[in-house]
């Protein structure tokens, strides 16, 4: 069970592994905290990379579906999941009567045209 054994069991890295230290570089400026841009040359770098070593472990995805993945994994208690419920639900009645009270001026507008 040599050095191989013993390295791989605190995390090290084989030396045929290759890492992309761009993807775990310093903050730049103007971004968020946490966010990293990537420039176009990086993605078709890093692109290039992964096809040329046929390699499927970069996935490539739009923030879209970066938030649509959070929001699905985030564990919510009964009563979030009730008072988002009930929250909906007021909003809905809120535009409701909206819609009621622009109809009935609508309506009392056009009963005084005619």
Same mark, same amino acid.
């Given at each position: 069970?040599?050095?191989?054994?013993?390295?791989?069991?605190?995390?090290?890295?084989?030396?045929?592994?290759?890492?992309?230290?761009?993807?775990?570089?310093?903050?730049?400026?103007?971004?968020?905290?946490?966010?990293?841009?990537?420039?176009?040359?990086?993605?078709?770098?890093?692109?290039? &990379?992964?096809?040329?070593?046929?390699?499927?472990?970069?996935?490539?995805?739009?923030?879209?579906?970066?938030?649509?993945?959070?929001?699905?994994?985030?564990? &919510?208690?009964?009563?979030?999941?009730?008072?988002?419920?009930?929250?909906?639900?007021?909003?809905?009645?809120?535009?409701?009567?909206?819609?009621?009270?622009?109809?009935?001026?609508?309506?009392?507008?056009?009963?005084?045209?005619?």
């Amino acid at each position: 069970m040599g050095s191989r054994a013993s390295q791989r069991s605190k995390g090290g890295v084989s030396k045929n592994s290759y890492v992309d230290e761009s993807l775990f570089g310093g903050k730049k400026a103007g971004t968020k905290a946490g966010a990293t841009v990537v420039s176009m040359e990086e993605l078709r770098t890093i692109r290039s &990379k992964t096809e040329k070593n046929n390699q499927t472990d970069a996935v490539i995805i739009t923030q879209k579906d970066m938030e649509r993945i959070k929001e699905a994994t985030t564990i &919510k208690t009964k009563e979030q999941l009730a008072q988002e419920k009930r929250l909906l639900e007021e909003q809905k009645n809120a535009a409701l009567a909206k819609s009621k009270m622009r109809k009935a001026k609508m309506m009392e507008m056009d009963a005084q045209r005619s």
